[in-house]
């Protein structure tokens, strides 16, 4: 019988990422409330097999609640892309973002978020020429 977690799709994929201290605290309280999740997992089921909720699950109930609040849908895996896209036109390193988000190398990264790169490099461009109209002004 399996038991556990199958491999991962490649070493970048097994992680460890910095989260705030108030997300920090909810997952505490959450681990706190369900003393038989050992494995102190976020989607973690005890009815389930494998002790996870299902990717489909996750996302029936995510819908459900956006729903509840009237807010448009959005699948996990859309959440993730919306992190990446956020932390990328904060300016946050391409090379931080492709490691937190486990890609295989940057490549990765560019090819999916390529018209993000794109916005940003134009206000670079931007920045760049008003940068130099006011260095010109003071000389």
Same mark, same amino acid.
Request: hydrophobic share 30%; glycine share 6%.
């Given at each position: 019988?399996?038991?556990?977690? +199958?491999?991962?799709?490649?070493?970048?994929? /097994?992680? #460890? =990422?910095?989260?705030?201290?108030?997300t920090m605290q909810t997952f505490k309280k959450l681990f706190q409330t369900t003393p038989t999740n050992i494995h102190q997992l976020v989607f973690y089921s005890?009815?389930?097999? $494998?002790? #996870? =909720?299902?990717? +489909?699950?996750?996302?029936?109930?995510?819908?459900?609640? &956006?729903?509840?609040?009237?807010?448009?849908?959005?699948?996990?895996?859309? &959440?993730?892309?919306?992190?990446?896209?956020?932390? &990328?036109?904060?300016?946050?390193?391409? $090379?931080? #973002?492709? %490691?937190?988000?486990?890609?295989k190398d940057i490549e990765t990264t560019l090819k999916y978020y390529a018209h993000? =790169?794109?916005? &940003?490099? %134009?206000?670079? %461009?931007?920045?760049?020429?008003?940068?130099? %109209? /006011?260095?010109?002004? $003071?000389?």
């Amino acid at each position: 019988m399996h038991k556990g977690f +199958g491999p991962t799709k490649n070493i970048q994929s /097994e992680r #460890v =990422i910095l989260i705030d201290s108030k997300t920090m605290q909810t997952f505490k309280k959450l681990f706190q409330t369900t003393p038989t999740n050992i494995h102190q997992l976020v989607f973690y089921s005890p009815k389930s097999k $494998y002790k #996870v =909720i299902s990717n +489909g699950n996750a996302n029936k109930l995510l819908r459900k609640i &956006l729903s509840d609040f009237g807010i448009n849908p959005i699948s996990f895996h859309g &959440l993730r892309h919306t992190h990446a896209s956020i932390l &990328l036109y904060k300016k946050i390193s391409i $090379y931080y #973002v492709s %490691e937190r988000l486990g890609h295989k190398d940057i490549e990765t990264t560019l090819k999916y978020y390529a018209h993000i =790169i794109r916005e &940003l490099r %134009e206000a670079d %461009e931007q920045g760049t020429a008003q940068t130099f %109209e /006011e260095m010109r002004r $003071y000389s």
